[in-house]
């Protein structure tokens, strides 16, 4: 049984209560037989919801890919691109979770790791670089991978602007997707081969419905607790948000 405050609180990271549960409750349906592609894993906080969740069910094969170091997030984090690697943190937190077994690191880019990844992919979690042409580049690399049927999930959906885009851009014009749902600050969709005229005014009215109430996930997440790593000027945004939230209740 998966339990948020014993399994990944100690973990650095962003993720709310409700994603890890999401995620362990996703990665728990998915047979041996498929495949679980996570692209951006850090130190490892959602890679181990997945990896419980795959130990807890079926035994999927979680893929983690991330370089670990010379990226955007790396140098915002440390200054410098090329001198904070999280691999041994990541690696150290995966066999600490006890899911080493069902986790195989691919240590590269998302584009490296495409190009060389062969199996088809039942559920992609896309929480690497957000920036607008990096989160473009992941949806076009993967997503063709995803079977029909299966899911992917985009975290941080609202706060970050690429992510919102690209995000909007799907359910505005897609006709391979549908069911879109929100968890706090994941946005998940289904792939279909072609989505129904329903569908389509489903995915529209959902584009209102989180340009509504998104802000709500992102409250979760950087006020009561869904993060513990964060750089000095977002800890002053979150004094900041925690100050107007005592004040609101």
């Known amino acids: 049984m998966f339990d948020f405050g014993r399994d990944i609180a100690g973990i650095s990271g962003w993720l709310t209560k409700n994603e890890a549960s999401f995620l362990y409750n996703t990665a728990k349906k998915i047979s041996k037989k498929e495949n679980i592609v996570e692209i951006g894993s850090w130190k490892g906080r959602s890679t181990v919801c997945l990896g419980l969740g795959a130990k807890d069910g079926l035994n999927a094969k979680i893929y983690a890919v991330d370089p670990h170091k010379d990226t955007s997030e790396h140098k915002q984090w440390s200054g410098e691109n090329n001198k904070y690697d999280t691999f041994s943190i990541f690696l150290r937190n995966i066999e600490n979770g006890r899911v080493k077994k069902y986790v195989e690191p691919l240590r590269m880019t998302s584009k490296k790791a495409s190009d060389s990844f062969k199996k088809p992919v039942s559920f992609l979690f896309i929480d690497g670089s957000h920036h607008f042409k990096d989160v473009k580049l992941d949806y076009e690399l993967w997503f ?91 800890k002053r945004f979150m004094i900041f948000l925690k100050l107007a939230y005592s004040k609101i209740r």
Do not use: C
């Open 144 to 234: 063709p991978k995803l079977v029909n049927g299966g899911f992917v999930a985009f975290h941080d959906a609202w706060h970050s602007m690429g992510v919102l885009t690209i995000t909007t851009f799907m359910m505005l014009t897609s006709n391979r997707i549908k069911n879109p749902r929100l968890v706090d600050t994941l946005i998940i969709f289904q792939k279909t081969a072609n989505n129904s005229l329903l569908d389509r005014v489903f995915n529209l009215l959902f584009v209102f419905y989180r340009l509504l109430f998104g802000w709500i996930g992102s409250v979760k997440m950087h006020v009561l607790g869904g993060t513990n790593e964060t750089s000095t000027m977002n």
